[in-house]
């Protein structure tokens, strides 16, 4: 049982649930508390005790219908009710059967319980051998292979699907993480099981009929049943364990792709990767740094504790105050020449928005506009051809964007202020107003210039950066999304 | 006891959970009431999370009422800090005492000789000045002090600090808290603790590992509309299902705050009042502002009032 559990855990932690082993206990606890008896109250209950975001609690929805489709649901751990399990695990394995095929697909997961108490679990094997697995293992290895003409021949599914999963437990099936090893594990799985036996009846049988005979086609009829049935569980496994594997491959690699070249399809994942990221950083720095003694006396404390000395007041104690979370100001530029980074740049200002109470956002290329309440109010995906739309395509003008932006926001910046410019700092040959932004850098507690470009290339051509540099507190390229998320977290950290 | 058993009769208590909940005004679904079951059985604090407006916060008073115990809440803000949450000593009355002890000192040391003597004396004495009498206990230390086990609100545990939550850790694990001048004060019987957020901060990792963690969305019509009946029994039946349909709709919307349980519930409320017996257009018109509470979202579904209205009538 408690194998069991750790192996589900292990098969939450693919799903991308994270669960910490004192979760693992508790869990264990609770579900020793209700039993194994009932699959909803089960399910409740570890969904209760493991799952703790809503997004989690889907994620393990999902894993519960599949994992426990074919693991079983009794606890076989205690010799007393082991015939009664035995028997219930045929019960359930009778049922099982036709739900077999529907339960991988989560459409069905969500309370339907005649459907989900049917698929109990036929091939129960694994949870038996969990009882004391060495000293099992051998014997019943053994056992099945002796068996396993004879399962085939009375097509005895339940017996059959437990000496899959059996076999499977042994070649380590758990171990499995991407498609490709499918034949792998299939191939050894049919060795494990006893194939060779079933070869050489093949053989046997065409030595005495003939190519082709009917004993002959019959035994291979089986052979392809059996393998069915083998790949099938080997799926079902490669679903359970692996489902996030190449999801998480392909996330590494666009998290250090350089953003010009993240290429259309890959938009969607790129923008959950940019949320993830965005609630990271938040999540690390929303914790607030405490200035102690400073500011005002807190009078009540200091009362309170120099009573014990006659009401004197030496002991004295102070007001701590707290320094607010930053205000940000992000100006985005989406001009034609950083269009194809402005993409990301808003969608990560627009998860910062949603992630920090404080964000302003801004977009220009030769006007500029406040884009706050268009982040507000839209969803991601029409916001940001909106926005691409009202203020992206045309030429860059630093200039007149700088002055829109003092019109509308200089007056808000304090010192409590970060503004950050995300942009390539080209203006086709006008003036960038460099006097604008030495105004907002000298209101401002912290200004940050990110730019797409290889440093190299500042100031070449009609780039202005080496102008505009001078007026902030750090100015830094940003090309991949890895570079974007240090550099705010540097943001956060500094301005905390 | 053999597993089905044991499940039998954990689902029988949990059913009786249920009806206790029912009986007292709250209808939980079986999720919820597991969560309880699981809480007291296990002795663990209870996550709640979940869109405001749910029932999060009347879960706990559901529970208190249910379990006949006292129902002590603390609500978080920024801010919050020891001496409002757990103890605070009465330094008025601790003066008062200081005066006193003065004015009697006098007798007391009457008859000693040198100071010695007279600091001999004065160890002989109990040192009342910090003692549990002038101990102010607050929410948390009061959940710990109810004799036969309480129920412990911590009520939007997001909005306290980051230092607050990690201070109620230990409370929460060991249900016990050291106060340097006394002792450990350790809780009898524990008390059912809820945890409520509303996301405005994630809520830690530490602390969301020491509980279960229940999370309640919106609820189906069917169970919409039972605790419309239990809320609000002079409904017809026929306008509850309209107005729960509308309601349900209402809630597909992209729109700021969809419309919780509790505005379903003073719509329904307020329908009555008006002597209802059929939803339409006008009327639901004019009570909108019941249910959304921005003027955006209220233009944002105006046009398609008399669409929801009809259907909601046809499907009641």
Redesign the interface.
């Known amino acids: 049982m408690s194998k069991m559990m750790t192996s589900f855990v292990e098969a939450l932690r693919a799903a991308d649930v ?1 669960v ?1 082993p ?2 693992t206990l ?1 869990a264990m ?2 579900a020793d ?6 699959r ?3 399910k ?2 570890l969904a ?2 493991l ?4 997004e989690e ?1 889907a994620f393990f929805d999902e894993t519960f219908d599949r994992f426990f489709s074919f693991e079983t649901m ?2 076989s751990t205690s010799d007393d ?1 082991a015939a ?2 035995q028997q ?1 695990q045929a019960n359930d394995g009778e049922q099982g059967d036709d739900a077999d095929n529907s339960d991988g697909d989560a459409s069905d997961s969500d309370g339907e319980e005649s459907d989900a108490a049917g698929s109990g679990g036929p091939p129960s094997g694994s949870g038996q051998g969990g009882a004391d697995p060495e000293e099992q293992a051998g014997e019943e290895a053994a056992q099945s292979s002796q068996s396993l003409m004879e399962m085939l021949q009375s097509s005895d599914r339940n017996a059959l699907s437990m000496a899959i999963a059996r076999a499977g437990e042994e070649v380590g099936i758990r171990n499995i993480r991407f498609f490709t090893q499918r034949g792998l594990y299939g191939r050894r799985i049919m060795e494990r099981i006893g194939l060779q036996e079933l070869i050489d009846a093949i053989v046997a049988a065409e030595r005495e009929e003939g190519v082709g005979g009917p004993r002959v086609e019959e035994l291979k009829g089986v052979r392809e049943r059996l393998r069915r049935d083998v790949d099938d569980y080997v799926e079902r496994n490669l679903a359970l364990y692996a489902q996030n594997e190449g999801k998480r491959l392909r996330e590494e690699v666009l998290e250090s792709v350089r953003l010009t070249n993240v290429e259309m399809r890959d938009f969607k994942m790129m923008q959950s990767l940019v949320r993830k990221m965005a ?1 990271k950083l938040v ?1 690390l720095h ?3 740094r ?1 200035k102690a003694r400073r500011g005002h006396l807190d009078v009540r ?1 200091t ?2 504790h120099n ?2 000395y ?2 004197m007041m030496f002991d004295t104690h102070w007001k701590r105050r ?1 320094v607010d979370r930053p205000e940000v100001m992000a100006i985005c530029d989406v001009s034609g020449s950083v269009s194809t980074v402005a993409r990301f740049l808003l969608m990560f200002l627009y998860s910062l928005g949603e992630v920090l109470p404080k964000v302003r956002s801004f977009a220009f290329s030769g006007h500029l506009g406040e884009v706050t309440d268009l982040f507000e ?1 839209m ?1 991601i995906e029409q916001a940001i051809p909106q926005i691409l739309h009202e203020f992206g395509g045309g030429s860059t003008d630093y200039g007149v964007s700088l002055m829109d932006f003092a019109d509308v926001a200089l007056k808000d910046i304090d010192n409590r202020t970060t503004v950050i410019l995300l942009g390539d700092g080209r203006s086709n040959y006008t003036d960038p107003r460099a006097d604008i932004m030495k105004q907002i850098y000298a209101q401002a507690r912290r200004v940050i210039i990110l730019n797409p470009e290889p440093e190299g290339l500042w100031g070449t051509g009609d780039s202005e950066m080496l102008k505009l540099k001078p007026f902030s507190h750090k100015a830094q390229m940003c090309g991949s999304l890895k570079d974007l998320e240090r550099v705010v977290d540097d943001i956060l950290r500094t301005a905390a | 006891m053999s597993d089905k058993v044991k499940s039998g009769a954990v689902q029988a208590e949990i059913e009786l959970i249920k009806d206790g909940f029912e009986a007292g005004g709250y209808v939980a679904n079986t999720h919820i009431a597991t969560a309880v079951f699981l809480a007291k059985a296990l002795d663990k604090p209870i996550l709640v999370e979940g869109p405001p407006g749910v029932g999060k916060t009347e879960l706990a008073k559901a529970t208190a009422s249910y379990l006949g115990r006292e129902l002590i809440r603390l609500q978080c803000y920024e801010g919050l800090d020891e001496a409002k949450a757990l103890y605070e000593w009465k330094y008025g009355k601790q003066l008062l005492y200081t005066q006193v002890l003065k004015d009697k000192l006098a007798d007391l040391m009457a008859g000693t000789n040198g100071i010695d003597e007279a600091m001999e004396r004065l160890h002989t004495f109990d040192d009342t000045f910090f003692s549990p009498e002038f101990l102010e206990p607050r929410p948390l230390l009061k959940a710990l002090q109810v004799p036969d086990g309480g129920v412990l609100l911590v009520d939007e545990v997001d909005k306290s600090d980051q230092e607050f939550e990690a201070f109620l850790l230990e409370i929460l694990s060991d249900f016990q808290v050291s106060i340097p001048e006394i002792g450990t004060i350790k809780a009898d019987v524990k008390p059912v603790v809820f945890l409520t957020s509303n996301n405005t901060r994630e809520v830690g990792d530490a602390l969301k590992r020491r509980c279960l963690h229940l999370y309640i969305s919106f609820p189906d019509q069917k169970l919409e509309m039972r605790i419309i009946e239990k809320r609000v029994p002079g409904v017809p039946a026929s306008l509850r299902s309209q107005l729960v349909t509308f309601v349900q709709e209402l809630r597909t919307k992209t729109i700021k705050k969809l419309p919780a349980v509790s505005e379903t519930i003073d719509w329904a409320r307020a329908l009555l009042l008006l002597h209802t017996d059929e939803l339409d257009e006008t009327l639901v018109r004019n009570t909108l502002n019941l249910l959304l509470k921005f003027e955006d979202d209220i233009e944002s579904v105006e046009n398609e009032i008399p669409g929801m209205v009809r259907r909601a009538r046809e499907g009641g």
């Open positions: 994270q910490s004192a979760e508790d606890e609770a508390l209700v039993g194994f008896g009932d909803t109250l089960l409740d209950t209760l005790s799952a703790k975001t809503p609690k009794e606890n009710d009664e399990s219930s609630k999540s929303s914790r607030r405490k404390r009362i309170r009573v014990a006659d009401g707290k109010t969803d």
